[in-house]
């Protein structure tokens, strides 16, 4: 016979527990939330944060291509300042874009076949007929936990007058 505070009595009462658990269905729909909710919501965060960094990696292409192509008197006189800001006032969500654009044109043939990272040291206005090379790249606002800071860049080509 098993008395009151026997482990047998104890495992008996405890697997009855578990069972009444395990069959009450209570609370399941919040627990369920709590782990496919989390997936939704940092993928939803994922597909915003890729829409957004592709679209301005659009934006900074289009207002780099304007600049080069556009017959633009800031890119012809080498005024980086009069560029920036008309590159910056084309761009939309990214935080203060005018410190934070990395900008320099130069000629072609200063550059090197492999690759090379935008400095923005450099911005030179080119002697006439030159085939001038001018590259941009700036950071995008990202609001995803642990995404670290995302770059955008674009380049082109146009010869100066």
Request: glycine residues 8%.
């Amino acid at each position: 016979m098993a008395r009151n505070g026997s482990p047998r009595t104890c495992h008996n009462r405890l697997a009855a527990r578990f069972g009444r658990f395990r069959n009450d269905a209570a609370g399941s729909t919040a627990v369920e939330f709590a782990f496919i909710g989390l997936i939704f919501i940092v993928s939803m965060l994922g597909i915003v944060q890729f829409a957004l960094a592709f679209m301005a990696k659009m934006y900074l292409h289009d207002a780099v291509s304007e600049a080069a192509t556009g017959r633009t008197a800031g890119t012809y006189a080498g005024n980086r300042s009069q560029v920036a800001a008309q590159i910056c006032g084309r761009m939309i969500a990214l935080d203060n874009c005018a410190a934070n654009l990395q900008l320099e044109t130069q000629p072609l043939t200063s550059y090197s076949a492999a690759a090379q990272s935008v400095t923005g040291t450099v911005f030179v206005a080119g002697a006439s007929g030159t085939v001038m090379l001018i590259r941009a790249r700036v950071p995008v606002m990202t609001f995803v936990p642990g995404l670290p800071t995302l770059h955008v860049s674009a380049a082109a080509l146009y010869t100066r007058p």
